[in-house]
């Protein structure tokens, strides 16, 4: 019964990935950032800002990582602070990213690209509600900060804004 169960729990977990781990730089900053994050904030364990800190540092150096994790971290704590539901991340060293990660991804690359409609929507199926200003400024800062050390996230990591009321109308159903 234990394996049933457990075959049933990886298997779901398996279908809920839908972006390999390997993507481009700046996303799985991001998408690994926003994992890390919350985990951290959710658990209270200080290894996974730890994970956090060597992967930007790792990549962008130890000031830059300073900086845009100060902006990582305000934009995971106002999505978590006004989150009407539970926010999905996968485990960490999982290689592939959630839903709820590539909506992190769709929401920063869409303040990069001025993608408003897009930026909103993605915002709103993120935290499961309408009132997403104090997320935005979060994901503003994050995008901005992002941009000023040459880490562009792609156009077509914006999540169609179609797609992401769908995504927030099967969460609410």
Do not use: Y
Request: include cysteine; aromatic fraction near 4%; proline fraction near 3%.
């Amino acid at each position: 019964m234990a394996n049933t169960a457990s075959n049933s729990a990886e298997q779901s977990a398996r279908s809920a990935k839908i972006v390999p781990l390997p993507a481009r730089a700046p996303e799985r900053l991001v998408a690994v950032g926003f994992r890390c994050w919350l985990a951290g904030l959710s658990t209270g364990d200080i290894k996974c800002w730890e994970d956090a800190w060597n992967t930007f540092s790792g990549m962008l150096g130890p000031e830059n990582a300073k900086t845009l994790l100060l902006d990582l971290s305000k934009f995971v704590r106002a999505v978590k602070a006004n989150a009407q539901r539970d926010i999905e991340i996968s485990p960490a060293g999982c290689r592939s990213f959630c839903r709820d990660e590539c909506l992190a991804i769709s929401i920063i690359a869409a303040c990069q690209h001025d993608e408003r409609q897009a930026l909103t929507a993605s915002a709103a199926a993120l935290i499961g509600s309408e009132d997403i200003g104090d997320t935005l400024n979060g994901a503003q800062a994050l995008a901005a900060t992002l941009r000023k050390t040459n880490q562009l996230l792609c156009a077509d990591s914006v999540c169609p804004a179609t797609c992401a009321l769908r995504a927030s109308r099967r969460r609410l159903m």
